[in-house]
């Protein structure tokens, strides 16, 4: 079952423009990770933010964690064509015995 | 630097085959995890072991087993391939499930004929 669900499913801006990726899973947490995927290829870790968490920062990355809301929000700043990728959240469900799952992601496209 | 190696970028398999998908990673990560990934579905979690000789079933397990019989080694098969399991599979591993981050290889795409 998809615990992630990205929102929206693709996204077109400009190079220098800023990206918003939405996130929102449904059961509680112990972290919540985002991974980036450039076409055909493996995916690669970005950020991980802990549910205690509310904001988290890592170069032009910024995310957001609302536990009440059960979302997230990768924002990219100042984008590059480089970012163009798929963008995908991951979680666990708190509970002991499980793995990541994944959302069925965001595809980014940024022209310059 | 952590590597996760998939044996195959590109595979091609005939309907019925047994086919063996190897990954192996080179950081005495104690869990790894088979994903598939189709078009608009994303990935989903086939098996995933926390240790040697254990697995744990995830969302699709159907048609997929898996062995673990060294740390280091995950391998995924397919006991008679179907067309329905041509995909991207990835393989990732990690040092733990909570607070860590995991770790991926770079995909073999399965081809079933």
């Known amino acids: 079952s998809q615990q992630g669900e990205e929102d929206p499913q693709a996204l077109s801006i400009q190079e220098g423009e800023n990206a918003t990726m939405n996130c929102s899973y449904k059961t509680s947490i112990n972290n919540l990770q985002w991974y980036r995927q450039n076409s055909g290829r493996g995916l690669v870790h970005l950020i991980l933010i802990r549910s205690n968490e509310r904001e988290k920062h890592s170069g032009r990355l910024r995310v957001t964690l609302d536990t009440s809301k059960k979302s997230s929000s990768l924002l990219i700043t100042a984008s590059r064509a480089a970012d163009t990728a798929s963008y995908f959240c991951?979680?666990?469900?708190?509970?002991?015995?499980?793995?990541?799952?994944f959302g069925k992601g965001t595809t980014l496209s940024v022209s310059s | 630097d952590v590597k996760v190696t998939q044996s195959s970028r590109y595979l091609v398999k005939r309907t019925g085959e047994k086919v063996f998908l190897e990954c192996v990673q080179d950081?005495?990560?104690?869990?790894m995890f088979w994903y598939r990934q189709d078009p608009g579905l994303g990935l989903r979690l086939i098996y995933f072991s926390y240790d040697v000789k254990m697995k744990e079933k995830g969302d699709i397990p159907e048609g997929y087993s898996v062995s673990r019989e060294k740390k280091e080694r995950f391998s995924l098969i397919l006991e008679s391939a179907s067309t329905n399991q041509t995909s991207m599979y990835l393989c990732?591993?990690?040092?733990?499930?909570?607070?860590?981050?995991?770790?991926f290889g770079q995909g073999t795409r399965l081809t079933v004929v």
């Open positions: 950081m005495d990560h104690e869990n």
């Open positions: 991951a979680t666990d469900n708190n509970q002991a015995g499980t793995a990541l799952i």
């Open positions: 990732a591993s990690s040092l733990g499930i909570v607070f860590t981050e995991a770790f």
